[in-house]
């Protein structure tokens, strides 16, 4: 009888959490679409601002759309160069020992340091290397918040291989390396796609870390030197004016990158689908 009456106890209590969960996410996507689509137009994708842009002027936020694009492409590509090399690292050689503890520890604490650390020490390093705020030293800040992040999704995906087919590939005298790139990153596949682009939405809707170092503009970037503008920066402008015209766009602006980071979650469970048939149960 006990059993049964915790068990109804864990029941309620994991459903109530569910419910909670669904409805925080149905309230978000719906107050920003109800106050974002009135003001969503075409125009306002596919035009840069013009004068008074924040003011109520016309134009679009084009640059900022382009710019975030530009922003979690070049930083999650940059992120996963370092990321995958670190991961088969940490999996094929050092395993479980104390140095990859000690590792997995450093990355846990990185993950959880605010973003605004991250860019005040990417401001740091474009005043070492005497660059200005510009995409280069945007995708170099993301990229530094995206690793910790991408590492250690990629690290707890690599662990889930099972033993059985690295010792099945020593077996037949593949080297660490050989069986690491061939079987290990094989089978784990659709949750390392998943979490390069968990960390592509972490980056391209993160505010605080480009804030000193992207800088903002109202042109299209044609140079990794030029300073870029992104979609939370933009959302961030609009709301900072009195207007509520332009209030409006600001949720607008939020609704685009909210469906932005929605197509990656998609693209994430997709390809996580479609290369799972080739894994190994």
């Known amino acids: 009888m006990k059993r049964r009456i915790s068990e109804y106890i864990f029941i309620g209590l994991t459903t109530a959490a569910t419910v909670i969960v669904a409805g925080c996410l149905i309230a978000i996507l719906a107050a920003v679409a109800i106050k974002g689509l009135p003001a969503l137009k075409w125009s306002m994708i596919t035009q840069s601002p013009t004068g008074g842009y924040y003011l109520g002027g016309g134009g679009g936020i084009a640059n900022a759309i382009v710019g975030s694009l530009y922003l979690g492409l070049g930083a999650t590509a940059l992120a996963l160069v370092i990321s995958l090399p670190t991961c088969l690292y940490l999996r094929v050689y050092l395993k479980k020992g104390r140095c990859a503890s000690w590792i997995r520890l450093s990355l846990d604490v990185l993950w959880g340091v605010p973003s605004i650390v991250f860019g005040a020490f990417g401001f740091t390093i474009m005043v070492l290397l005497g660059l200005r705020a510009s995409l280069l030293a945007g995708i170099i800040t993301v990229a530094l918040f995206e690793l910790p992040i991408m590492i250690r999704a990629m690290d707890e995906v690599l662990t889930m291989v099972p033993s059985e087919l690295e010792e099945a590939a ?34 391209i809707g993160d505010a605080a870390s480009v804030l000193f170092t992207a800088g903002f503009t109202d042109n299209i970037p044609c140079s990794l030197l030029e300073p ?14 009195p207007f509520e015209e332009v209030h409006q766009r600001a949720y607008a602006s939020a609704l685009i990158l909210t469906i932005l980071v929605l197509l990656a979650s998609t693209l994430a469970r997709v390809f996580a689908t479609r290369f799972s048939k080739h894994t190994w149960r």
């Open 170 to 203: 020593y077996a037949l005298g593949a080297t660490r390396f050989e069986t690491g790139a061939r079987v290990v990153l094989r089978q784990a596949l659709p949750g390392l796609v998943t979490g390069i682009l968990l960390a592509f939405g972490r980056g």
């Open 228 to 241: 870029a503008a992104t979609l939370p920066l933009a959302i961030f402008f609009h709301l900072g004016t």
